[in-house]
């Protein structure tokens, strides 16, 4: 196998205190040897159905974006024919569409269903990705520092975000892609940006993401990286830092060949 | 193999700035302010419980009693116990809300130089009369009213028996229309807030649906 990649997501601690539900989804997919796909959502605190909507924007997204691939499927190791932008063209309409067919169907509005969405298309080569919110993407190259692929967007106030069922959602529509031979991405909502973002800089923490690489990168099999990623989020010492819901993804790159 | 100890980043604590606009007029003399000052105790207890909100909440508070007077400066619950206020003077709430807004882009220019992330910050204005200052109140509840419009903050409104409650209705952003102290229950008020604080300081929120507690407790429900 030539990626070693997994997702895990977790209820935050005060979520647990208060009863409210896990608002973060997230799934991963490997399409092939080369080619992954994930998606990471959450919920918005104040949206009543927010736990429901990320986990049908993810359920929505995933196979909307596996089709876009397929049916433009790059060569030489290129993901796809298309550029991001084409590539996530109508994404925004169709995660819309979907949630509000599920708001009218339960009588809700689509408010309800409030949700970021982070959205990955990997490959050696290349990495595709989309943001509506403050998820955030890490990525780094063969050589090179951890770079902030896609940065968490929050408007003035920490707290408040875009949701993909905003009305202007398609104005608050983040795309970001690299070319080049890519040995690692970390994905994440916004419960680990406080602990991996530096708030000054704007960059990544490299400290925080090179231990992640290295076991992503050594791990031998992509449970062993499920189980990681697991137990990290559920460990005391970042829950006395965060209190929030919990999603991360780790993507290490083996190169091929390997067992 | 195990993921190892990913180090994390020591960024500073987000700010969730709150600004008390209390009226010390003389009319507050007596129970009144002894209430208030309760409240403050009270409120200070309840968020120094919770570890996490005590780092982030920070509160300034403004007296108005014959001036507008910053009487606390932003800080932490950690840092500062609450003041004593004492009562005395006319009611200068035009001044008061100046200077609240004043202090609010202040503050956030700090937070800015600092890298340091903070939430929308609540202005808190308790009165149990009527502004004294000429016109100037005019003017500052329509700068006030704004400000809550625009997201620049968040504008809430208590009178206390012997508000005026016509004029405050007139200052009072018309996101919120004012909210009628039931007797003194200014504890029963101030562990709303803290929980109201809370809730906004440790969450994330759409910033144009606050979903606060109900304030039943101590709070006159009018038609």
């Known amino acids: 196998m030539s990626w070693m990649a997994a997702l895990d997501y977790r209820q935050g601690t005060a979520h647990r205190a208060a009863g409210i539900p896990c608002q973060d ?25 927010s736990h429901y909507g990320a986990r049908a924007a993810v359920d929505c997204a995933l196979p909307w974006l596996k089709d876009r691939l397929s049916n433009n499927r790059g060569s030489r190791g290129r993901l796809t024919t298309l550029s991001v932008e084409a590539l996530f063209d109508g994404l925004v309409q169709t995660i819309q569409k979907e949630l509000n067919r599920i708001a009218h169907e339960n009588r809700h509005t689509p408010r309800d269903y409030a949700c970021t969405l982070t959205l990955i298309a990997l490959s050696p080569n290349e990495i595709h990705a989309a943001q509506i919110g403050d998820g955030l993407v890490v990525a780094r190259q063969r050589e090179g520092d951890y770079t902030l692929l896609i940065a968490p967007d929050h408007g003035e106030y ?7 069922t905003d009305p ?27 602990v991996s973002v530096d708030n000054r800089q704007n960059s990544p923490h490299a400290p925080f993401f ?6 992503a990168r050594q791990s031998t099999s ?30 290490g790159w083996q190169g091929y060949g390997s067992a | 193999m195990r993921l190892g100890l990913p180090e994390f980043v020591q960024n500073p604590e987000n700010r969730c700035p709150v600004i008390l606009l209390l009226d010390t007029s003389a009319s507050m003399r007596g129970e009144p302010m002894a209430e208030l000052n309760a409240g403050l ?4 207890h309840q968020i120094m419980t919770d570890d996490l909100a005590s780092l982030r909440i920070e509160l300034s508070i403004i007296a108005f009693g014959g001036e507008a007077r910053m009487v606390q400066d932003f800080v932490t619950m950690e840092e500062e116990g609450p003041p004593h206020l004492e009562a005395g003077g006319d009611t200068p709430m035009g001044a008061a809300m100046d200077l609240a807004l004043r202090m609010v882009d202040a503050r956030k220019a700090v937070y800015r130089a600092n890298g340091i992330h903070y939430y929308r910050p609540w202005i808190f204005l308790i009165t149990d ?52 102290l039931r007797g003194l229950k200014f504890r029963d008020l101030f562990q709303w807030l803290s929980a109201s604080v809370r809730r906004v300081s440790l969450s994330r929120i759409d910033g144009e649906r606050l979903m606060l507690p109900p304030v039943t407790g101590w709070a006159e429900i009018h038609p």
């Open chain 1, 222 to 251: 992509a449970g062993d990286v499920h189980n990681g990623i697991r137990d990290f989020l559920a460990s005391q010492r970042l829950a006395e830092k965060s209190t929030d819901d919990l999603s991360l993804m780790l993507c």
């Open chain 1, 168 to 194: 202007d959602a398609q104005d608050h529509l983040h795309l970001s892609s690299l070319s080049a031979p890519i040995r690692f991405v970390g994905a994440a909502t916004d419960g680990l940006a406080g």
């Open chain 2, 129 to 180: 009369g009527a502004p004294t200052d000429g016109t100037d109140w005019q003017h500052a509840a329509l700068d006030m009213q704004e400000a809550d419009l625009t997201g620049r903050a968040t504008f809430f409104t208590v009178g206390v028996q012997g508000a005026d409650m016509d004029i405050l209705r007139e200052i009072a952003s018309p996101n919120r229309p004012p909210l009628m």
């Open chain 1, 210 to 215: 090179a231990p992640m690489e290295t076991f």
């Open chain 2, 41 to 44: 105790r009270a409120f200070h």
């Open chain 1, 158 to 164: 920490v707290n408040e975000t875009s949701f993909i």
């Open chain 1, 25 to 49: 989804f997230g799934r991963l997919v490997q399409l092939d040897e080369d080619t992954i796909i994930a998606a990471l959502a959450d919920g918005a605190g104040s949206a009543r159905f």
